[in-house]
T-cell receptor, first 110, second 119 residues
Framework: EDQVTQSPEALRLQEGESSSLNCSYTVSGLRGLFWYRQDPGKGPEFLFTLYSAGEEKEKERLKATLTKKESFLHITAPKPEDSATYLCAAPIQGAQKLVFGQGTRLTINP | GAGVSQSPSNKVTEKGKDVELRCDPISGHTALYWYRQSLGQGLEFLIYFQGNSAPDKSGLPSDRFSAERTGGSVSTLTIQRTQQEDSAVYLC?????????????????FGAGSRLTVL
């Protein structure tokens, strides 16, 4: 069964304390791994797409990486405005839909 | 429009009533998706429309749920005889092209969602 699993469920960091969020997947024939950010009361907002193992993408304090089994979202020297839920997702082969993980709720304390 | 618009933003209804949720996608986006997000949960796929193709309804949880897309644009998700377990945020998203294609694999743009509470 195609699955996307995220860990941890929640993470609290102090401002400036770097860490990583994990997304593991069991989707056959992966055709992209997506990262989204969701703020309370809003819909998810696109961050990155990764297509192949070894690929990396960066945006401000965020860097996403991909291996054959998992993806990491690294956050470097985070600020309180980085607080949000981060979702990863992958398209199911042969189907036109994204399977989402449960998300990691990230809180950055000033 | 500039983004995906959903209405109502909040809906409180009584158990057994029917509700309609509306989604106005980004102009020119051919694909439209409905997802459901229960409290503290990830997104659950409901239904997908692509152009004039038959919709993928594989995620609809029961026959009380239906959706249509008129003129390739606005979509309405209808829930009949609502139950308390239907309480959730219903998210609509649109994209330019077919999901899952590697070449130019597109990105979903989500609306803010419609929060449904069934009493």
């Amino acid at each position: 069964e195609d699955q996307v699993t995220q860990s941890p469920e929640a993470l609290r960091l102090q401002e400036g304390e770097s860490s990583s969020l994990n997304c593991s997947y069991t989707v056959s024939g992966l055709r992209g791994l997506f990262w989204y950010r969701q703020d309370p009361g809003k819909g998810p907002e696109f961050l990155f797409t990764l297509y192949s193992a070894g690929e990396e993408k960066e945006k401000e304090r965020l860097k996403a990486t991909l291996t054959k089994k998992e993806s990491f979202l690294h956050i470097t020297a985070p600020k309180p405005e980085d607080s949000a839920t981060y979702l990863c997702a992958a398209p199911i082969q042969g189907a036109q839909k994204l399977v989402f993980g449960q998300g990691t709720r990230l809180t950055i304390n000033p | 429009g500039a983004g995906v618009s959903q209405s109502p933003s909040n809906k409180v209804t009584e158990k057994g009533k029917d509700v309609e949720l509306r989604c106005d996608p980004i102009s020119g986006h051919t694909a439209l998706y409905w997802y459901r997000q229960s409290l503290g949960q990830g997104l659950e796929f409901l239904i997908y429309f692509q152009g004039n193709s038959a919709p993928d309804k594989s995620g609809l949880p029961s026959d009380r749920f239906s959706a249509e897309r008129t003129g390739g644009s606005v979509s309405t998700l209808t829930i009949q005889r609502t139950q308390q377990e239907d309480s959730a945020v219903y998210l609509c998203a649109s994209s330019l092209a077919r999901q899952g294609t590697l070449a130019g694999a597109n990105v979903l743009t989500f609306g803010a969602g419609s929060r449904l509470t069934v009493l």
